[in-house]
């Protein structure tokens, strides 16, 4: 019995020696079936044990030798027991051990899966885009937390087969292992999804900053079209209209101007923080800034165009009512009533002392008109002169005179490909709403007549008493104002060509600075001297003198007249910037005060005609 106990012995002590983590399982059922074998000998253990007792109990002649044998089998048997219970702890805990390695191993190949899908580069095309990818993160970082959790569970589980004593022990060294490259899978995963966060929040900040500039643009694309619409009203009450509703273009203007000055400053923030994105921000927000300056350029330009048109449109309702005051005073100074006799010819010459005197008093109307036409020419003629030089390039030599072959800077042109916007018409058509009048009365004048009933387009109510119509023939004529009244307006077609921009790629000539070797002095003399000449002979053909000069600025007010205005290169004004120009003024004008010195010239003669007209009736009356 004591051979088998050794025997026992030894193969627990192989066993423990022999207990791998890769065969725990086949360890497991192997320790099984030698403690069933071992339990199965217990009760020859202890009937051994019995046995020697009852030899000793009755004196058996070598009792002593019995009772040392059963002392020693009973310890074998006691340090089999232990050693059978040390071997099944130790393949509890290596099968333990095994689990917690597999499930660390399983753990890391999530976390490197997981740490995978953080690191695409997909950042979100537009803001929902990015929006969505955030909230995807969100749940990403919450399976990140319960990996990390678990990950601290793993490593304090398996502390306890740290052995800290012997740090050479193998199960020591491999679960430290075990554990470092646990953690570093964990911190690796955590700063992957950090710095996913970090770049997603980045491109949401950039995409509200883009989405923020779009819109800007858009409400600029369509402030720049009321902006640059040709437009300027057809009688004073319509451009008066225009103003105003520029006016709240310019209010609106203003109040968005803080929040582009906001997105210029966020942008500054944005590539000052070190977006991965700062060149594109800072070019959408210099893009933005330009667009920002044009619109202002343009709506200034706008304003004055309509401010010109209500100083002409203005000057104009004068004027037309001057015509008509003077028609109708001349009606009278042309008439070729001189009475019948003494008592009419008095009558007359008190009517035409009354007309004498009107006539008198409106002459400060027409020296007002006149100076009224002589500050418009005058705003109109500046206008025109607003037009920039076109640069000249000027021949620089080198400063310095040494001898040729020196290398210098020399500016050299190259051909560049450039990204421009460029304007391009679109028919479209626009409502427009067309005043009209009713005639309430019968009207039957000299010039021009009205049915009853009649509607009647509304050119001009600048008189208070005759209002200037157009019947549906397109004759225009005078009725008076109480004869009519207003109706409800005719919307009417009209085809407009609108302004879009189209981006496109075009050619350019751009100069960068090159090192080139000096000509001689000499060369460079010549060179020089012929570079003059020829461009004073060049200039002097060009100009023609001071007669050719003043030749092209009148085709140039000429060409304004006949509305086809010259182009202004440094001048937001542009094509159709006035709808009158300073030569059609001035002729209306001179008209107008033709037509009053003729009225003038008139009374003087009747005034004459009805005092010879007194006298030849006052000797029939002696006679």
């Known amino acids: 019995r004591q051979s088998w106990l050794h025997d026992m012995e030894q193969v627990l002590e192989d066993m423990g020696r022999k207990v791998e983590m890769s065969s725990v399982d086949a360890s497991l059922k192997r320790y099984e079936a030698i403690n069933a074998g071992i339990m199965a000998g217990e009760g020859r253990i202890v009937t051994l044990m019995d046995m020697a007792e009852e030899l000793v109990s009755e004196r058996y002649h070598d009792s002593t030798t019995i009772q040392q044998c059963a002392l020693n089998v009973k310890r074998e048997w006691e340090r089999l027991k232990v050693h059978l219970d040390a071997l099944q702890s130790a393949l509890a805990d290596t099968r333990e051990l095994t689990m917690i390695f597999k499930e660390m191993d399983e753990l890391m190949k999530e976390m490197v899966l997981l740490e995978a899908t953080f690191k695409g580069d997909d950042l979100g095309k537009h803001l929902t885009g990015v929006k969505d990818l955030l909230e995807k993160h969100g749940i990403g970082e919450s399976v990140v937390s319960l990996h990390a959790e678990r990950c601290k569970q793993l490593i304090e589980q398996s502390q306890r087969f740290v052995d800290t004593e012997d740090e050479k022990d193998v199960a020591t060294i491999n679960v430290l292992q075990k554990q470092d490259m646990l953690s570093a899978a964990c911190a690796s995963l955590l700063a992957s999804s950090a710095t996913r966060r970090s770049r997603l929040e980045a491109s949401l900040s950039l995409?509200?900053?883009?989405?923020?500039?779009?819109?800007?643009?858009?409400?600029?694309?369509?402030?720049?079209?009321?902006?640059?619409?040709?437009?300027?009203?057809?009688?004073?009450?319509?451009?008066?209209?225009?103003?105003?509703?520029?006016?709240?273009?310019?209010?609106?203007?203003?109040?968005?101007?803080?929040?582009?000055?906001?997105?210029?400053?966020?942008?500054?923030?944005?590539?000052?923080?070190?977006?991965?994105?700062?060149?594109?921000?800072?070019?959408?927000?210099?893009?933005?800034?330009?667009?920002?300056?044009?619109?202002?350029?343009?709506?200034?330009?706008?304003?004055?165009?309509?401010?010109?048109?209500?100083?002409?449109?203005?000057?104009?309702?004068?004027?037309?009512?001057?015509?008509?005051?003077?028609?109708?005073?001349?009606?009278?100074?042309?008439?070729?009533?001189?009475?019948?006799?003494?008592?009419?010819v008095q009558s007359l010459i008190h009517g035409h002392e009354r007309l004498e005197e009107a006539v008198k008093v409106y002459s400060t109307e027409i020296a007002r008109l006149k100076e009224h036409s002589r500050k418009l020419v005058t705003n109109l003629t500046a206008s025109a002169a607003e037009v920039d030089g076109p640069g000249h390039s000027l021949l620089q030599s080198p400063t310095s005179e040494g001898h040729g072959g020196d290398l210098v800077d020399v500016e050299v042109e190259y051909d560049d490909d450039e990204l421009v916007e460029e304007d391009v018409e679109v028919d479209t058509v626009e409502e427009v709403s067309v005043p009209q009048v009713l005639v309430l009365y019968k009207y039957d004048g000299k010039a021009y007549s009205a049915a009853k009933g009649e509607v009647l387009e509304l050119v001009s109510n600048a008189n208070k008493d005759w209002w200037s119509v157009r019947n549906s023939k397109g004759k225009e004529g005078f009725v008076p104002a109480n004869y009519v009244r207003d109706t409800e307006p005719k919307v009417v077609k009209k085809p407009v060509k609108?302004?879009?921009?189209?981006?496109?790629?075009?050619?350019?000539?751009?100069?960068?600075?090159?090192?080139?070797?000096?000509?001689?002095?000499?060369?460079?003399?010549?060179?020089?001297?012929?570079?003059?000449?020829?461009?004073?002979?060049?200039?002097?053909?060009?100009?023609?003198?001071?007669?050719?000069?003043?030749?092209?600025?009148?085709?140039?007010?000429?060409?304004?007249?006949?509305?086809?205005?010259?182009?202004?290169?440094?001048?937001?004004?542009?094509?159709?910037?006035?709808?009158?120009?300073?030569?059609?003024?001035?002729?209306?004008?001179?008209?107008?005060?033709a037509t009053f010195d003729r009225l003038v010239q008139q009374i003087e003669v009747r005034g004459k005609a009805l005092e010879d007209a007194l006298r030849l009736f006052s000797l029939y009356r002696e006679c």
Do not use: C
């Open 207 to 344: 995409q509200q900053f883009l989405s923020s500039v779009q819109d800007e643009e858009v409400w600029m694309k369509e402030a720049e079209q009321l902006a640059t619409m040709a437009d300027t009203g057809h009688d004073l009450n319509g451009t008066r209209h225009l103003l105003a509703k520029h006016e709240t273009l310019e209010a609106e203007i203003s109040g968005r101007e803080a929040r582009v000055h906001s997105l210029t400053t966020s942008a500054k923030l944005l590539s000052g923080d070190g977006h991965y994105a700062s060149k594109a921000i800072n070019q959408r927000s210099q893009q933005l800034q330009d667009k920002w300056q044009r619109l202002k350029q343009l709506s200034a330009a706008r304003r004055q165009r309509l401010e010109e048109a209500v100083q002409a449109q203005q000057y104009y309702a004068d004027s037309n009512e001057a015509e008509y005051w003077m028609k109708e005073k001349e009606q009278l100074a042309s008439s070729d009533d001189y009475g019948h006799d003494e008592i009419s």
């Open 498 to 593: 609108k302004v879009e921009k189209v981006t496109k790629t075009i050619k350019v000539k751009k100069k960068r600075v090159e090192k080139q070797k000096a000509p001689s002095l000499q060369r460079k003399t010549s060179f020089q001297s012929s570079t003059s000449s020829s461009g004073l002979q060049s200039t002097a053909r060009r100009s023609g003198g001071l007669s050719t000069f003043a030749g092209t600025a009148t085709s140039i007010v000429n060409a304004r007249r006949l509305g086809a205005s010259p182009r202004r290169p440094g001048s937001l004004l542009g094509k159709g910037e006035s709808k009158y120009d300073s030569h059609a003024i001035t002729s209306r004008q001179q008209a107008i005060n």
